[in-house]
Each structure stands twice: as structure tokens, then as C-alpha cells.
């Protein structure tokens, strides 16, 4: 175990406001912007019921409930009758074509959400599901099915059989967080937790287009954590996501979540503390940190823990209710971002109910590394009014947008250094519960944000469920 220690650039300057005087404005490229193109309906009566302050259909974390391959979008979700469904539709219409994949929802439990990712190697869709600190079903389509959608029906028959590993591959008994993620090369890889909150490790898994491999665990969750108020021994890392950029480095910004919550002011926050960020460049087998020091090997005995040097890009106490897993991604240099959100001290520094906390006083702030190799954080001035989280895109100008909860948009333009935060659309007219699934992938496609998001009901009453559409600058 290496003593921690903070990167030098994380504590200079902790708020960034106008970074023009980073180098990074440009002249060239139109700012943000955002045209309502339409709203189509997946789902009239989709299941609702509401835990951990969120839903089954619309969790900011699922990677990915909606993504765009090829010319269709893709989407995910549980009936009213807590069947598992996955609908297709062309890019511009309005209709999908469902299929249910033989699977039903177990628990009222809104962490076991669906998530799916494409093996480009043999063209499948592979979909992750009802896994919370449990088992998991997995399904996978037929190969093909995702190179030929306009020659090859959307029907169950596509589709294999439900199954509780990885084609015969058992990963563990406690399995959270799904999240799959394209190589270069088009294989595809499984990013998970192994145990639970508090007491877990990060773990990846890859399909090479024949066959599922365990790679490993590759965060630890042992070491001492030490506060003002007290110490902890176990945790886990909590990823903001886990992204390959266009020249194959993986990034992946974490807080770390503490067991024991000795470590803060109240028993009413959270044990989330700090926000850190490492990056691999051997897809996935070694992790550094932003100075380039391994810090980590996947399957070896050496995995990233809290007590690894350089690791801190936002230092943080657990006192300020920070949101784990909310949003990264990275732009045309392959620069990392994310949005991270807390309490901010000067509203106090202790927070005593996160929920109601950070409701009233939470706030969405944008961290990124900027040309010169140094750490920047903005504080974007739009309320939370939600304990929920917040979802990050970039353009094809690396203009920033971030979605927050109730279908919110606000953005800020690369040309100001992103120091001109304001709203562009305020979620009017949605009737939005809160959280949104943002379609990550198709961004970069034809330059329209999508978004699913669900009505907001009572209860266990099922509710509308859409996917809104905007046009980005062309």
C-alpha cells in the first residue's frame, strides 16, 4: 500500500470559473444550442415503483439503456407486467418494434436496471439485467442481428435464452452495476462490482466474439481511510463511468464509498468522499493514475486501493453528500470530463439528510482536464432541486451539455473555456420523475441528443415512458 497523497494540480484552484487563461479557447466552431425535434413513446404503462430514491426504468447509471448502432436506436426496459422488453426503431421515426426477451422482473428494486452493449466483432446485442448485490440474467441476440436491422426481423426468435452466467461463465454470487463498453477492436467487455456498497471491488470481463473471459478484479477494498471524525478499513469505488476515447485510452473517474460511517459529521449523509480518475492503455489489464504511475494490475495482486499516491483529481470530505456514479465523458482530444455534484460548504459543513440536503442545496459541478494537463472544475450555477443525478455529453465542437434531473439541459460552450453555464431547455412539458437515460452513443452518429426519461406517478402505478430528441449545432 502506498501512502495517499493529492495530485498537486487537483488542489490549485478548486473552482474554475473563466478558463480562457488555460489555453483552451477557440475560435473556431458554433456554440451550444438545442431544437426540440420530437418525442416518441416506448411505453404507455411502464412499470413505476420507486427505491433508492429512483426508478427501475430511468437509473442515470444504466450503461446503456439506450444506445444507437447502424442506423437504429435501441432501448430497454420493464412492462407494467415486469416483462423485460427491448425495442428498435430507425433513426427519424416515430414507431418502435418491441420484442420481450423471457425474462421477468424479480424485485421491486430500482438498481437492477437493464443495460445493453454491441459486440461489433460478430454484430450481437447483449443485454444485463436484475442484478443487485445478487445474480444476473443475460441474454444475447443471434449474431448478425445488429449488422442487417432492415433485413433481419425483430422478433423473440433473434434472441437466446435467459441465462445466469456469461454464456457458462460464473462471476459472482453479489453482482451490481452492469456496464458494457466497446473495445477498438470491437470486442466487448463487462464492467461490474463484485460484493456490495461499502465493501467492493470493480471487475471486468470480455467477449472476443466466441467466448467470455474473466479478467479480474481490479479496485481493492481494503486500506485505511482516515476523516477528522474517524476511520474506516473497507469501501468501494464507485465509477462515473468507464469509456474508451478515439485513441483507446480507457478512463474512468470513481469516488470512494466508506463502510464505516465513522467517517462522517452525521449519520444522515453519505460516506462518498473525494473524486479520482484513472486510465488505462492495454484495454483495461493496467490502471494509472493522470501522472502515468500504474497504480493497479486487472486479475494481479496489486489493485487500485484508497491508499494509492495521485489518485485525487477533487479532493472532497464525506461530510458534503457527493453523488457516486453520476457522468463522464471525453472530447475530440481525448480529454476526460465529468459532472460531479455535492453540497457545496457554503451551505454548511455537515450535511445531516442527503436527500433533503442536497434537494435544497446540492449543486452540479463540471471537472476536466484542460490543454495544458491541468485539473479545472466549474460550478455550474443551476439548482439541483433533486437529490438525483446529472448526465454529461459533449458535441461534435466539444461544447458541454449536462442533463440534469427532470430533463433539464444546460450547457456551456468550449469556446469560453466552459465558463458561460446556462439553460437551454428547463424539461417543460416533460412531467419528468426525475433521473434521465441519456443515449451516449449517438451523439457522435448524427448529432442529436436523446434522452428516455418517465412520467412521474404515485405509488406502484405504471406510467408513460419516452425518448425526447434534440438537434445539436451541425
Not at 437509473?59 to 444507437?68: D, E, H, P, S, V
Not at 443485454?127 to 441476440?141: E, Q
Not at 439541483?384 to 465542437?397: A, P
Request: charged content about 20%; proline content about 4%; hydrophobic content about 35%.
Amino acid at each position: 500500500m502506498h501512502r495517499r497523497t493529492l495530485l498537486a494540480a487537483a488542489l490549485a484552484g478548486t473552482v474554475v470559473t473563466p478558463a480562457l487563461a488555460s489555453g483552451t479557447a477557440r475560435a473556431a466552431g458554433p456554440g451550444p444550442s438545442v431544437t426540440r425535434t420530437g418525442t416518441t413513446t416506448l411505453d404507455n404503462q411502464a412499470l413505476f415503483f420507486v427505491s433508492y430514491d429512483g426508478l427501475v426504468n430511468n437509473n442515470a447509471f444504466q450503461k446503456n439503456g439506450l444506445l444507437t448502432y447502424k442506423g437504429h436506436q435501441y432501448a430497454v426496459w420493464y412492462t407494467a407486467d415486469r416483462n423485460a422488453v427491448v425495442g428498435r426503431r430507425a433513426l427519424g421515426s416515430s414507431t418502435w418494434s418491441t420484442v420481450k426477451v423471457g425474462h421477468t422482473l424479480r424485485y421491486d428494486d430500482s438498481h437492477n436496471v437493464i443495460s445493453m452493449g454491441v459486440s461489433r466483432v460478430d454484430g450481437r446485442l447483449h443485454l444485463h439485467m436484475d442484478s443487485h448485490s445478487d445474480g444476473f440474467t443475460y441474454v444475447k441476440s443471434a449474431a448478425g442481428l445488429m449488422d442487417d436491422p432492415g433485413g433481419l426481423s425483430w422478433t423473440a426468435s433473434r434472441f437466446g435464452a435467459p441465462r445466469s452466467t456469461l454464456d457458462g461463465l460464473t462471476l459472482t454470487s453479489q453482482f451490481t452495476y452492469p456496464q458494457f463498453v466497446a473495445t477498438p477492436e470491437g470486442r466487448l467487455q463487462l464492467s461490474y462490482r463484485v460484493a456490495v456498497s461499502g465493501n467492493g471491488r470493480n471487475a471486468l470481463a470480455e467477449y472476443d466474439g466466441t467466448r467470455w473471459t474473466a479478467l479480474g478484479e481490479w479496485s481493492s477494498s481494503t486500506g485505511t481511510y482516515t476523516s477528522e471524525h474517524g476511520s474506516s478499513t473497507a469501501r468501494n469505488m464507485y465509477l462515473h463511468g468507464i469509456d474508451y476515447d478515439r485513441n483507446g485510452r480507457l478512463h474512468a473517474f470513481f469516488t470512494w464509498r466508506e463502510q464505516n460511517g465513522a467517517v462522517t459529521c452525521s449519520g444522515g449523509g453519505i460516506t462518498n468522499h473525494d473524486t479520482g480518475y484513472v486510465h488505462s492503455d492495454d484495454r483495461g489489464r493496467t490502471w494509472r493514475n493522470d501522472a502515468g504511475t500504474v497504480v493497479g494490475v486487472t486479475g494481479g495482486s496489486d489493485k487500485v486501493s484508497v491508499n494509492d499516491p495521485g489518485l485525487v483529481v477533487d479532493p472532497l470530505d464525506p461530510d458534503h453528500s457527493l453523488m457516486n456514479q453520476e457522468s463522464q465523458f471525453t472530447d475530440s482530444a481525448g480529454r476526460p470530463h465529468a459532472i460531479i455534484s455535492y453540497v457545496p460548504g457554503r451551505f454548511g459543513q455537515c450535511t445531516t439528510n442527503y436527500v433533503s440536503d442536497r434537494t435544497r442545496n446540492g449543486r452540479a459541478f463540471h471537472v476536466r482536464k484542460n490543454a495544458s494537463g491541468t485539473w479545472q472544475k466549474t460550478e455550474i450555477p443551476v439548482p439541483l432541486n433533486s437529490s438525483q443525478r446529472t448526465k454529461l455529453i459533449l458535441d461534435r465542437y466539444d461544447n458541454a451539455y449536462a442533463i440534469f434531473p427532470y430533463g433539464r439541459i444546460a450547457a456551456a460552450s468550449a469556446a469560453s473555456g466552459y465558463g458561460d453555464w446556462k439553460i437551454l431547455f428547463d424539461g417543460g412539458g416533460l412531467n419528468a420523475f426525475g433521473e434521465v437515460v441519456v443515449d451516449e452513443t449517438r451523439v457522435a452518429q448524427d448529432g442529436v441528443l436523446s434522452f428516455m426519461y418517465q412520467e412521474k406517478s404515485s405509488g406502484t402505478t405504471p406510467s408513460a415512458l419516452h425518448v425526447a430528441d434534440f438537434r445539436l449545432p451541425a
